[in-house]
Nanobody, 125 residues
């Protein structure tokens, strides 16, 4: 079983930065698990943001965040991070951390087995 807890959300002005953290417990940070970030804005469907592989740390990003967001992980701390820069109001959403029992950093939510409760990010204009 894997338990995920997100933190780091909040209110930020456009152009600002935030770093989200996802602390994992259980059987997680081995080469067996990939980790991802997804988001869901009010009235919209959940969408992929970024993912990091469980093997060599390969990464995968949504086009909308490439060049602005960086996903990373610290295996010793069982934590995955999402550094978000140059934020815009369009990034406002609830952000969810997810883990999948496979090493590839997939972009489809259905491929993930475990989910956190989410952390809210609000970007003001």
């Amino acid at each position: 079983q894997v338990h995920l807890v997100e933190s780091g959300g909040g209110l930020v002005q456009a152009g600002g930065s935030l770093r989200l953290s996802c602390a994992a417990s259980g059987r997680t940070f081995s080469s067996y698990y990939a980790m991802g970030w997804f988001r869901q804005a009010p009235g919209k469907e959940r969408e992929f943001v970024a993912a990091i592989g469980g093997d060599y740390g390969s990464t995968n990003y949504a086009d909308s965040v490439k060049g602005r967001f960086v996903i990373s992980k610290d295996n010793a701390k069982n934590t995955v991070y999402l550094q978000m820069n140059s934020l815009s109001p369009e990034d406002t959403a609830d952000y969810y951390c997810a883990a999948r029992s496979g090493s590839r950093p997939r972009s489809v939510g259905a491929d993930y087995d475990y989910w956190g409760q989410g952390t809210q990010v609000t970007v003001s204009s």
